[in-house]
């Protein structure tokens, strides 16, 4: 398909360039309030599978501190997120370094999330589909209530948006996404344990009691 192979990817080049430029003032001010008030490193990295299951860096602001207990372990996330961190996640500002992520390659602005590598091991066939475009700044299964569905009915949006590529779906997904945004719902929060937990837990589990990892209707 024409649009999925070459005008998908002139477009992710052109907007996030000047997603970039446009917004480069905003992310020097971004930048020096994440320093001044979670620390170093301004930047949250993190290695995610994109196309093909290659392995990259996806970058973020953090959104955490680095508080740790008595032990020298880091208290759970809830106590690390700030204030200003749950601003960054509930406004979505937290997610734009990775317009450098577009403009390099590693993903696309419409896409299947790029979750864990852990995660890997444990998607069946037809949701490995998702691994078969770049993964999105936003995607299908973020704007259809992705924090308040479960895990089978997000990878399920996923493999939909791959099979229905094209313009039409990816203007939707940026128009939705743009009303999610606006009107602060929770659906683009960035959250890798949803409503369920842990994927791969989950996923481990329903193997070992069912020998499949699909859900038996």
Same mark, same amino acid.
């Given at each position: 398909?024409?649009?999925?192979?070459?005008?998908?990817? %002139?477009?992710? +080049? =052109?907007?996030?360039? !000047?997603? /970039? @430029?446009?917004?480069? *003032? #905003? $992310?020097?001010?971004?930048?020096?309030?994440?320093?001044?008030?979670?620390?170093?490193?301004?930047?949250?990295?993190?290695?995610?599978?994109?196309?093909?299951?290659?392995?990259?860096?996806?970058?973020?602001?953090?959104?955490?501190?680095?508080?740790?207990?008595?032990?020298?372990?880091?208290?759970?996330?809830?106590?690390?997120?700030?204030?200003?961190?749950?601003?960054?996640?509930?406004?979505?500002?937290?997610?734009?370094?990775? %317009?450098?992520? +577009? =403009?390099?390659?590693? !993903?696309? /602005? @419409?896409?299947?999330? *790029? #979750? $864990?590598?852990?995660?890997?091991?444990?998607?069946?066939?037809?949701?490995?589909?998702?691994?078969?475009?770049?993964?999105?700044?936003?995607?299908?299964?973020?704007?259809?209530?992705?924090?308040?569905?479960?895990?089978?009915?997000?990878?399920?949006?996923?493999?939909?948006?791959?099979?229905?590529?094209?313009?039409?779906?990816?203007?939707?997904?940026?128009?939705?996404?743009?009303?999610?945004?606006?009107?602060?719902?929770?659906?683009?929060?960035?959250?890798?344990?949803?409503?369920?937990?842990?994927?791969?837990?989950?996923?481990?589990?329903?193997?070992?009691?069912?020998?499949?990892?699909?859900?038996?209707?």
């Amino acid at each position: 398909m024409i649009y999925g192979k070459y005008i998908k990817r %002139l477009l992710d +080049i =052109l907007l996030s360039l !000047m997603g /970039i @430029i446009i917004l480069s *003032p #905003l $992310l020097l001010v971004l930048a020096v309030l994440v320093r001044c008030k979670l620390g170093s490193p301004i930047l949250f990295r993190q290695e995610r599978p994109g196309k093909d299951e290659k392995i990259f860096t996806l970058c973020k602001f953090r959104t955490m501190t680095d508080k740790k207990d008595k032990e020298g372990k880091l208290l759970p996330d809830s106590e690390r997120l700030t204030g200003f961190g749950k601003l960054l996640r509930a406004t979505s500002l937290d997610e734009l370094p990775e %317009l450098f992520n +577009i =403009l390099k390659g590693d !993903m696309s /602005i @419409i896409g299947p999330r *790029p #979750l $864990l590598v852990s995660y890997l091991p444990y998607y069946t066939q037809e949701e490995r589909l998702r691994h078969t475009v770049r993964p999105g700044l936003t995607g299908l299964a973020q704007v259809s209530g992705r924090n308040f569905i479960d895990w089978d009915r997000r990878l399920e949006k996923d493999v939909e948006y791959v099979k229905g590529l094209s313009l039409g779906m990816d203007i939707r997904v940026l128009w939705l996404t743009v009303k999610t945004v606006l009107g602060h719902r929770d659906e683009v929060a960035e959250d890798t344990h949803a409503v369920e937990g842990n994927f791969a837990q989950i996923r481990k589990q329903r193997l070992e009691e069912t020998g499949s990892l699909k859900l038996k209707s």
